[in-house]
Each structure stands twice: as structure tokens, then as C-alpha cells.
């Protein structure tokens, strides 16, 4: 298929059959893989793009146009390499102890970039904090069972596994034939129509974002590109990474809120009350603790559309499993296979974090599906992506022999923003709509710089 006819096929899958035509420029490939990472990435994010033509559309009754290049997607599925912060790259983002390692039957891959993720395993291999301790320790230990253990002591840690291994594991079996992004009514509510005169599709759309690291903000960037307004609630009880928020903080405001206090809970509550859509990334369940999970939020503001994102998803022996996309990408046989067509032993990752972004773009596609939907027809609605589902979907587009492909020059794809009183440099948004550009009205704002308040 071509990266038009898969966004057209998720425009489907998301409930927009009559989506607008989209316009793909480039070739591939054009980042080095086995996979079609340069196809998800114009078909994801071409799709969101077309579901803000649809709502365009049905709030004016004007049509436009929706174009993509692919060099741009591709490029887009690495944004937060390119962002610059006061004319500085990023800080390397990996923890040292963090990586794939040798066992004593295969490979694990440690993901240690948050310090509570890193002092459990540490715990757990009763190590020194250095690589050749870890290293040395893992040797002693066997993969899957080391991933057992990490995972029940609150640890994150992928085994190393083939395609076909993977294929095989319980996990797999219980997501297979499920589609990359699912919608379903969770209860009756009257259609809350859009505001009219709009001077962009989501003019006036009111966005609360509850994610974290990359794919979950990516789609609150995505739906603020289109005109949304985005606040961002961050905990002050969790680690987050600067230069990833300089990223995908464009154009959201950012405020602070301690859900672990009623005074919190109270406020996070009133701002539910007066959103459209509510997006969240924490694993299944953890919001429901206070009191927010989907059906709760849908009963404080009939008429929502709420946003889940996980690794793993809420069925099979793994829902609810943290998980990051470097872990899935092990865990589920993309560095095996990428490791396979490059003739070497040892993990190889995909060239970005593709199940990431790519699934932030099928989030914010599906949540303005939703809204669309919300407003023709009542009810509040949750819409469903897992970064093991949208490997899934990334496997079935095929592979091609692409790994020689030298990285991009994406100079001419960058733009002035700003992180806080700081000048920044980054990466455009790819998906081009004739009449209403998607752009940023606003730079990225320090965690909690802003007040908790519409």
C-alpha cells in the first residue's frame, strides 16, 4: 500500500471513510530500516492532518487540501533530536547502565533514564551502579526470567526476541487481529456542537494532557498544532525530561498538580468539567486510583472524548505492563529483525522511536475522530492505542531493503520557537493543509510555569 491508501485505511479504522484525499510527495526510504518507518510516518501523521480537514469541514463547510512529503514525516518521527534549546542540542537521554546487555541464554534491554527505574534494578541485581557491574550481573542471569522479575519489583526491562519468538508469547496471541486504534462509546450524552466561526479546526477545543516522554505528548503537540488548546498537567511526584518537554510542549501551557492531595483532585476535577478531550498515558489504572480513569471522567463531563495511550495494552497477561518504546521495540522483535537484515548479532534498534510517535499520531487522529463523531451523533468516548499494537500495524506494512539509507539533511525543516524564556530551534509540523497551516501559537512553557485554569 501506498503511505496515501494506509492513511486513507486508518481514517477508516477511526470512523472517517469520507476523509479527504491525501497528497504524498517524496519516496522511500528515508531513514535507514528494514521497515516502512517513512510510510508510518506519513500515514500517521497524514491521517491526523486529514481528521482536522474533517472537522474543518464539517464546522465551515469549506474543503481543503492535506499534503505530506515524506522526508518531512520521517524527519518529524525524530523531533526531539533536532531540537535545539538556546542553540544546544539535546543531552543524551540514556541513563548510563541503560541498553541491551548479554545474559546467560540471550539479550535484555534496561531502560534506566528515570532514577526510581534504575535503583530497582540495581536493587535486584545487587550491583554497583557501572555498566561492567551490570554487565557482569546480567551475564549470571537469564533474559526472560530476569524480565519476570524486573517487571514484579517495578523495574523496566525488555528480553531480547525474534519476531516469530514473539509471535508465539501469550502476549501476542491475545493482540492479534486488533487494529491500531479503537473507539468505543462509553456512555450516553447529548452532541455538544463546535463553536462556530472558526479561525482553525480545533479553535476552541479544550485539550487536557495527562502523558508523559514522547508519544502522548506528541499527540497533544499534534492536536495544538491544529488550533486546540492544550494545558499540559504535569505531577511534581514524577521525573520528566527537559529537552523532550522543549519538544513537545509547543504550544501547550504547562501547569502543575499533585493528585495525591484532595486540593489536587479538586482541581484537576474542575478543569475536567469544562474539556473536550482528556488524553493520558499513565498505565491502565493508575489515574483510576484518583479517581480519573475514563469512566469517571466521562461521568464528571458527559459528552468527553478520553484519550488512552499504554505499551501494552488493557487486555492480555501484559496490560497495564510498563513499558517504554525502546522495550517494546525488544520485546516484541523489531531490534532482532532490524539486527537480522544488518548481518550482525547484537540489538538493533529502529532509527527513531517510531512506535512512539507513531502512536501519538493514531491518538490524536483518533481523538478528533471522536470529537467529530461526538458532535454529530452524542455520547462520551474513549479511543485506545498501545505501542504493541501500533508494532503490529508498523510490521504488516512490509519491509524493504533500506538499512544503507543515509540519515536526512532536514535544515530546511526548521523553525524559531521558544522553551520557556529561551530561544529554541525545532522541527515543523509535516502535514500541510491548504487554508488553515498547522503551527504553533506558542512556544513550550516550563512544567508547571502556568496556572491550573482554562
Request: one cysteine or more.
Amino acid at each position: 500500500m501506498t503511505p496515501a491508501a494506509i492513511a486513507a485505511d486508518l481514517c477508516a479504522k477511526a470512523g472517517l471513510p469520507d476523509a479527504a484525499r491525501l497528497t504524498v510527495t517524496g519516496h522511500e526510504p528515508a531513514l535507514p530500516s528494514s521497515f516502512r518507518v517513512d510510510a508510518a510516518a506519513a500515514s500517521s501523521i497524514g491521517a491526523a492532518g486529514l481528521a482536522a480537514e474533517a472537522i474543518w469541514r464539517h464546522r465551515t463547510g469549506h474543503a481543503q487540501q492535506v499534503a505530506i512529503d515524506i522526508r518531512h514525516a520521517a524527519a518529524e518521527f525524530r523531533s526531539e533530536r533536532y531540537i535545539r534549546v538556546g542553540d544546544k542540542p539535546p543531552k543524551d537521554p540514556w541513563d548510563p547502565i541503560a541498553g541491551a546487555y548479554p545474559t546467560a541464554d540471550g539479550w535484555v534491554r534496561l531502560h534506566t533514564n528515570f532514577p526510581h527505574h534504575r535503583d530497582a534494578i540495581l536493587k535486584l541485581l545487587a550491583c554497583d551502579n557501572t555498566r561492567e557491574a551490570v554487565a557482569a550481573a546480567l551475564r549470571r542471569r537469564k533474559a526472560e526470567a530476569f524480565e519476570t522479575a524486573a517487571w514484579q519489583a517495578g523495574a523496566c526491562v525488555s528480553a531480547y526476541r525474534s519476531l516469530a519468538e514473539w509471535d508465539a508469547h501469550p502476549h501476542a496471541r491475545a493482540l492479534a487481529g486488533l487494529p491500531p486504534l479503537r473507539l468505543e462509546r462509553l456512555r450516553a450524552a447529548p452532541p455538544h456542537p463546535f463553536a462556530p466561526n472558526p479561525d482553525r479546526p480545533l479553535a476552541g477545543v479544550k485539550v487536557l494532557d495527562l502523558t508523559r516522554v514522547i508519544a502522548g505528548p506528541v499527540a497533544g503537540r499534534t492536536l495544538a498544532a491544529h488550533g486546540a488548546d492544550v494545558l499540559y498537567v504535569a505531577s511534581p511526584n514524577v521525573p520528566n525530561l527537559p529537552d523532550l518537554v522543549a519538544d513537545t510542549g509547543r504550544g501547550k501551557r504547562a501547569c502543575a498538580i499533585d493528585l495525591e492531595t484532595a486540593e489536587g483532585r479538586d482541581t484537576l476535577r474542575g478543569l475536567v468539567e469544562h474539556c473536550d478531550i482528556f488524553l493520558q498515558s499513565y498505565r491502565p489504572g493508575a489515574l483510576a486510583r484518583h479517581g480519573f480513569g475514563p469512566a469517571q471522567v466521562a461521568a464528571m463531563r458527559p459528552g468527553i472524548v478520553v484519550g488512552t495511550l499504554s505499551a501494552y495494552g488493557e487486555t492480555g497477561p501484559w496490560a497495564g505492563k510498563r513499558g517504554f518504546d525502546s522495550l517494546v521495540q525488544t520485546a516484541t522483535g523489531f531490534n532482532h529483525a532490524e539486527a537480522q537484515a544488518a548481518g550482525q548479532s547484537a540489538p538493533k534498534p529502529l532509527p527513531c522511536q517510531a512506535l512512539d510517535h507513531a502512536s501519538g499520531y493514531l491518538l490524536a487522529l483518533g481523538t478528533m475522530a471522536a470529537r467529530l463523531r461526538q458532535a454529530r451523533e452524542g455520547g462520551s468516548w474513549k479511543v485506545s492505542v498501545a505501542l504493541a499494537t501500533t508494532g503490529h500495524w508498523l510490521r504488516a506494512l512490509g519491509r524493504i531493503d533500506g538499512l544503507a539509507t543515509p540519515d536526512p539533511d532536514i535544515s530546511d525543516l526548521l523553525e524559531p520557537s521558544r522553551f520557556g524564556d529561551t530561544a529554541t530551534t525545532a522541527i515543523r509540523h509535516a502535514a500541510a493543509l491548504s487554508d488553515t497551516p498547522a503551527h504553533w501559537a506558542r512556544g513550550a512553557s516550563i512544567l508547571g510555569a502556568d496556572p491550573a485554569a482554562w
